[in-house]
Every structure is written in C-alpha cells, then in structure tokens.
C-alpha cells in the first residue's frame, strides 16, 4: 500500500513488490491508497498475512490517504499481520515513525526488518535496503535479476506516458496502458 505524490514511493513499493516476487512470493498486489477505494484496501488487509506500506511524508506527518487508511484499520480493528514499512521525504522524513506509532497499537502486529527511508527518490542505495527488507519478508535472499540492455530506441506515448522499447513502432501497435495507436508515440530519449 502506497502513498505518493511525486511518484516516487510508488517506485519505491514496485521495487519491493517486484524484489518479493524475485524471491518466490507469489500474488503479490500494490495498491495506491489515494485512487483505491478503503473498502477494498480493508478487505484486503483482512486478507492478507503481510502489509508493506510505503509513504511519503506531508507536513511532518503521513501523507493523509494513508494517515486515513491506518485510522480506518485501527476502527476495524485489524490485528494478527506482519507489516513493513518505507518513508520518504524531502527533508525530514517522518511517515514511518508515524504509522509505526500506529500500526504498532494494533493487537498482534509484528514489523518485519528496518523503516526504509529515503530522500526525494529512490537511489541504488534505497534498492539494497528495499531488496534487504524484501529477504527479511521471505526469510530467504532474493535473486535480483539482470537489468535489461535498453533498446536503442524509445518512444513515449502522447496520451498516458507509456515508455515502448523498439527501434521501430509497428503500424498496428496499440499502447497496452491507455489504447493509444502508433500515432500517440513519439520518440523519447
């Protein structure tokens, strides 16, 4: 579970759900708590073994979709989950002590490894302690994969900013994201 604006924390919680998905975990769902109703996120939680939220912090605070979120689990009173937990922020990052002050009043919660916490966006280092935590999650090592070589050639889709690697665009190409034709693309990079 997510919240960001910049959409840096979203990066940071694709690389830890990609990082458990590396090590095993299967069914693996990322949720943006601004666009995804609470219902569902609660019904998910109530779901779920393992919690991960990733938060930038707001006014020296959790950023309030979430700040909200964690309210509405307390008055349902979740209970009995693993939970971990990344912060971001610009200069003070403070979001992780603020949902772990949360979390932690919870009946039965137990945090798995360290707050991962990071300024702006994530860098390499934020990855090591994100893979880091992800093996403290399994309780095995994760095999990060190779990087892919970049194509020579990207194009960016107009509409909804799909990045497609290519050389060429096909005709008859449509994005996968927002169902633009080739004529949406232009060359990028």
Not at 21 to 28: I, L, Y
Not at 77 to 84: F, P, V
Not at 127 to 139: C, D, H, R, S
Not at 143 to 167: L, R, S
């Amino acid at each position: 579970l997510y919240g960001s604006v910049y959409g840096n924390t979203e990066n940071a919680a694709n690389i830890l759900a990609a990082r458990l998905s590396d090590g095993g975990r299967r069914n693996v769902k990322v949720y943006d708590v601004s666009k995804t109703h609470p219902s569902e996120l609660i019904a998910e939680a109530f779901r779920v073994k393992h919690l991960a939220f990733a938060c930038m912090t707001y006014n020296m605070d959790m950023f309030t979709p979430m700040k909200n979120l964690l309210n509405d689990f307390a008055a349902h009173n979740l209970q009995n989950r693993d939970y971990s937990l990344i912060e971001s922020g610009s200069w003070s990052p403070a979001a992780g002590k603020k949902m772990d002050a949360v979390l932690s009043e919870m009946k039965n919660m137990r945090k798995i490894g360290d707050t991962v916490t990071f300024l702006s966006s994530p860098d390499e280092e934020t990855e090591k302690q994100i893979t880091a935590l992800a093996e403290k999650v399994l309780g095995a090592p994760v095999n990060v994969p190779e990087a892919p070589k970049a194509a020579a050639t990207q194009w960016k889709c107009t509409v909804c900013g799909y990045i497609y690697e290519g050389d060429t665009i096909a005709d008859d190409y449509v994005c996968p994201v927002c169902g633009a034709g080739k004529d949406a693309f232009e060359k990028f990079g």
